[in-house]
């Protein structure tokens, strides 16, 4: 079993592959079409614009991939932007797509200050995998935009200035808002559990 991290060059790679190799599971930072889509899980970082993001990932073909391993149900786990840009689409500077796994759009806060930056708590969904045993703890946020309102698909939700979805577990794809590689003992669990799960 390995766990394969996207570099499409976004995202903190290094700290992201320490907290998943803490798993005892081998872990690859790699741009490689392949490897990331045969990979048992794989991990899509994600800091910085939006557009941005998208950008890099097209650049290797990552929209790609993450489209190929959802229509063959791989276990894929977007981690900050690389949770926004499962979706359709997202405003921040002007209207850009998403790979669009999610139909919804990804925008601003509305919250006095922004980023949304530090500890947060999530209202986990009761029949969360990732939450098992660390529903009650907070995790590290750094944003100023997310998805707000339903989802046809199991989420978890979090508030800074409104109400926010802050995880969602949809079969073979799961996404974090927040970065648990930088959540200490709490994000650490959640990794596990996602792990475990694949």
Not at 31 to 46: I, K, Y
Not at 123 to 152: C, M, N, R, T
């Amino acid at each position: 079993m390995g766990i394969a991290i996207l570099d499409y060059g976004s995202g903190n790679l290094r700290s992201a592959q320490r907290a998943f190799e803490k798993t005892g599971v081998p872990v690859e930072i790699t741009a490689d079409f392949d490897t990331a889509l045969n990979a048992d899980g794989l991990v899509v970082p994600g800091v910085g614009a939006f557009s941005a993001c998208m950008s890099g990932l097209s650049k290797i073909k990552g929209d790609e991939i993450v489209r190929k391993r959802r229509q063959l149900s791989r276990p894929t786990l977007g981690i900050c932007v690389g949770m926004q840009i499962f979706f359709s689409e997202g405003v921040e500077h002007g209207k850009h797509s998403g790979v669009g796994i999610w139909n919804a759009t990804v925008e601003k806060l509305a919250s006095p200050i922004l980023p949304h930056m530090g500890w947060n708590t999530v209202s986990a969904h009761s029949d969360s995998i990732l939450f098992k045993g660390v529903a009650d703890q907070s995790f590290y946020f750094v944003h100023s935009y997310a998805v707000k309102g339903e989802l046809p698909v199991l989420a978890s939700k979090s508030f800074y200035g409104e109400e926010f979805i802050s995880a969602v577990e949809d079969e073979s794809f799961s996404a974090t808002q927040f970065h648990p590689e930088k959540s200490g003992d709490a994000g650490l669990a959640l990794i596990r559990n996602w792990v475990t799960s694949l």
